[in-house]
C-alpha cells in the first residue's frame, strides 16, 4: 500500500476502529491483518460497514486497513462504518451531506446500561412474593 493515507477513527459501544483510506487502490480491505471476508464471515456485515464508500459509489477507488480492538462483531461492523465516513470526510469535506443523509456521520451513542444494586439486571426486579 502506498505511502498516502487518510484516516477515520470509529467507535461504536465498547469497540473502536483505526480506518486508513489509501486512494487509488483496487477495493482491497484487511481488518486486524485479514481479509475483511475472512474476519466478519456474517451475512450482510460487510455490505453494512462499505455503506459509506458505495453511498458515493467509490468502492472500488480505495483501500482499506482497519485496526479494531473491544467489543463484539456488530459493535465493530458500526466502528469501522464511522471510520470510513469519517476519513471520506477528511478526503472531501463536501460529502458531509450526502453521508449525513445516510446516517452514517453520526457516532451511535447507545450503551449497555449499568446493573443496579438489588436488580438482577439494569432494570430487572426480583419477583415480589407476599409471603
Do not use: C, W
Not at 456474517?42 to 482497519?66: C, F, H, K, N, W
Not at 456521520?105 to 439486571?121: A, F, H, S
Request: hydrophobic share 30%.
Amino acid at each position: 500500500m502506498s505511502a498516502q493515507y487518510y484516516e477515520g477513527v470509529g467507535r461504536r459501544k465498547s469497540a473502536s476502529a483505526r480506518v486508513r483510506l489509501f486512494p487509488g487502490g483496487t477495493g482491497r480491505m484487511t481488518i486486524n491483518d485479514k481479509e475483511a471476508q475472512e474476519y466478519l464471515p456474517r451475512a450482510g456485515d460487510y455490505e453494512v460497514m462499505l455503506q459509506p464508500l458505495s453511498t458515493i459509489g467509490q468502492e472500488r477507488t480505495y483501500d482499506v486497513s482497519v485496526h479494531v480492538m473491544g467489543g463484539g462483531i456488530t459493535g465493530q461492523r458500526d466502528a469501522i462504518r464511522l471510520g470510513i465516513a469519517r476519513a471520506l470526510l477528511k478526503i472531501d469535506p463536501e460529502l458531509k451531506a450526502t453521508l449525513r443523509q445516510g446516517g452514517f456521520v453520526t457516532r451511535d451513542p447507545r450503551v449497555k446500561e449499568r446493573k443496579k444494586p438489588g436488580l438482577k439486571r439494569a432494570r430487572k426486579a426480583p419477583t415480589y412474593t407476599k409471603r
